[in-house]
């Protein structure tokens, strides 16, 4: 198979393991299909921007043109600090498109990323952004009815954890070393208590199996800008991440716009 697409953040859907679609033109790859092919990704040097389509020197936040990037709603600060969305005080660059994504229920989750980790997200993206993180095990921490209340809780808990991904310690750890449910207990009294209001009660745990081994040692993450061509047998996939048998990482979702020639044999 020979075909031509721009990359894209791959669909995912729950299961045992997670199921990874990749978007090409108007059909889906089901990818843990190709674990096991020799696939080859070749860079075009182009990006279109997924949002106008565009050509882009440069992709601004996963595949954006810089207008894009300056003008959506969905590149505006609030989407990656959400204690600075403003939507509740009616401060939007689209306020259409905020009823839709900020004013609505959000959650904020503790992860196990390969560390526990404190993250914000709509109630309609749990497990996907989960699966996107590569978290092997997460729980609903609180429930906020709005982006930037969610924000402020987020903001509390960073002062005891992180809200980043170590993506080498991700892609090493296929099982959660610690109890969820014991540091939800644990960090919810550190609270202030107009925030711990909106505590989560359910404390089910949802654990999540991917398409991999975790058989590889020294993982190499490669971006497309510095090496244009990637080959090797499709060992498995995590997170958004496509991991070869000679070691290395492809950022799918960090690649998003980029046109590549995709050949699996
Ligand atoms: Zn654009």
Known sequence: MITELNLSKMRTEYGLPVRY????????????????SRVTIEYQHVINCISCGDVTRRSYMNGHCYKCYT????????????????????????????????????????????????GVTRYNQIPT???DQGA????????????????????????????????????????????????????????????????????????????YDYKLANIKAVSLDTCDKISGVLAGIKGQYLLFDNGIALNVRSHSGYKVKLTVD
């Not at 679609?21 to 096991?36: C, Q, R, T, V």
């Not at 644990?186 to 089910?204: G, T």
Request: aromatic fraction near 12%; include cysteine.
């Open 21 to 36: 679609f990749l978007s090409a033109n108007d059909a889906e790859i089901f990818m843990n299909d190709l674990i096991g």
């Open 71 to 118: 003008t959506l709603p969905e590149c505006d600060e609030g989407v990656f600090n959400p204690e600075k969305d403003m939507a509740h005080l009616g401060i939007s660059r689209d306020m259409e498109w905020s009823k839709q994504y900020s004013l609505i229920d959000h959650y904020v989750y503790l992860a196990f990323t390969g560390d526990l980790k404190v």
């Open 129 to 131: 952004r989960w699966i």
């Open 136 to 211: 092997v095990a997460a729980i609903k921490f609180a429930k906020t009815p709005y982006r930037n209340l969610a924000g402020q809780i987020e903001v509390e808990m960073k002062k005891h954890l992180s809200d980043k991904t170590n993506w080498k310690m991700m892609l090493a750890m296929s099982k959660p070393n610690l109890d969820l449910v014991e540091r939800k207990k644990y960090f919810l009294p550190m609270l202030p208590e107009d925030l711990r209001l909106y505590a989560s009660y359910d404390d089910s745990v949802t654990e999540i199996v991917y398409p």
